[in-house]
């Protein structure tokens, strides 16, 4: 009992660190403002690269490499989910740095609701009725704006589709986090060498040319997008999953207060009216969550 108290512990720490990081992480990215976003997503890509290659030759895991490159069907899937989280990292990165740090912040709002809709037609999951009231709150939230004030809020809707579909496909190939993440920056590393060492002509990239900040934070890019992931990775093996989905609110809660009281964002009336009903959505879904929780430990106390 002792033991699974200190590993729910761990967990909970290891869950808080890996939102915490995530909803922090425009303060990194506005450091990079006067980098272009796709130059920051190449070193992001690279670096990740090298950073996962290193861990994975601490850690002694090719093995788990050698074993994805034995499945062509996995390698295609992953060609699919790296794209889609390259794409969802270049929107975010353009988001925050154009000041949409808030549509970013609804994006990851909305990805959970998106989620259960992915789930029904992908995965044959069922709604619940709590489930289908949060989706139908939500879409009238994006309904609202559209109606109301001719805009739909396209940043956070891509977002959440790119993250949303990433979800569902690497479900389907069922990898660890950091393998799978491992074989995506290898898939886009050709991509980012190219668009490094061809293409971009920005003064920034030329390193020999840059001041020795912007260099150690385009490197620390590396270690920005896989320390959460670890920390994400090693609060799941010690969480239940219905646990973990309760701390993923932190992460878009503090780029919401982020943008709103650091790098003054205006909270405009269309932007609150999608808001309202998008939180009120998220309660829906989380009373939802709490009810299944008891229920689902009732049934194993039972049995």
């Not at 070193?43 to 994975?56: E, T």
């Not at 790296?82 to 990292?89: I, Q």
């Not at 289908?132 to 559209?146: D, P, S």
């Not at 971009?200 to 900040?213: K, L």
Request: charged share 10%.
């Amino acid at each position: 009992m002792n033991q699974q108290a200190n590993n729910t512990q761990r967990g909970v720490i290891l869950a808080l660190a890996a939102y915490t990081m995530w909803g922090i992480a425009p303060i990194y990215f506005k450091s990079l403002q006067h980098v272009s976003p796709l130059e920051i997503l190449s070193n992001r890509v690279i670096w990740s690269f090298f950073f996962l290659a290193g861990l994975i030759f601490v850690t002694k895991s090719w093995g788990r490499i050698r074993a994805v490159l034995r499945k062509p069907k996995t390698l295609l899937i992953l060609v699919a989910t790296a794209l889609l989280v390259g794409s969802n990292w270049l929107i975010f990165i353009w988001a925050v740095n154009n000041n949409y740090m808030l549509d970013a912040s609804l994006g990851y709002y909305i990805n959970p609701l998106l989620n259960v809709i992915l789930g029904m037609f992908f995965l044959g999951e069922r709604l619940r009725p709590l489930q289908w009231l949060a989706v139908a709150l939500a879409a009238c939230g994006v309904a609202v704006q559209l109606i109301q004030f001719g805009s739909l809020p396209l940043i956070a809707l891509a977002l959440a589709a790119s993250f949303g579909l990433y979800g569902l496909l690497r479900k389907k190939i069922n990898l660890d986090a950091g393998t799978g993440l491992f074989m995506e920056t290898c898939i886009l590393l050709p991509l980012a060498s190219i668009y490094v060492l061809l293409i971009a002509d920005s003064p920034t990239a030329d390193w020999a040319a840059n001041p020795a900040s912007t260099n150690l934070l385009l490197i620390a890019a590396g270690v920005v997008t896989t320390v959460p992931l670890l920390c994400f990775t090693g609060a799941a093996t010690k969480l239940k999953l219905s646990t973990l989905g309760f701390f993923q609110y932190i992460g878009p809660s503090l780029m919401f207060l982020l943008a709103i009281t650091v790098y003054g964002e205006s909270f405009t009336a269309d932007k609150g009216y999608t808001f309202a009903f998008i939180w009120g959505a998220l309660v829906l879904f989380s009373v939802d969550g709490i009810k299944g929780h008891r229920q689902a430990k009732k049934q194993a106390q039972t049995s």
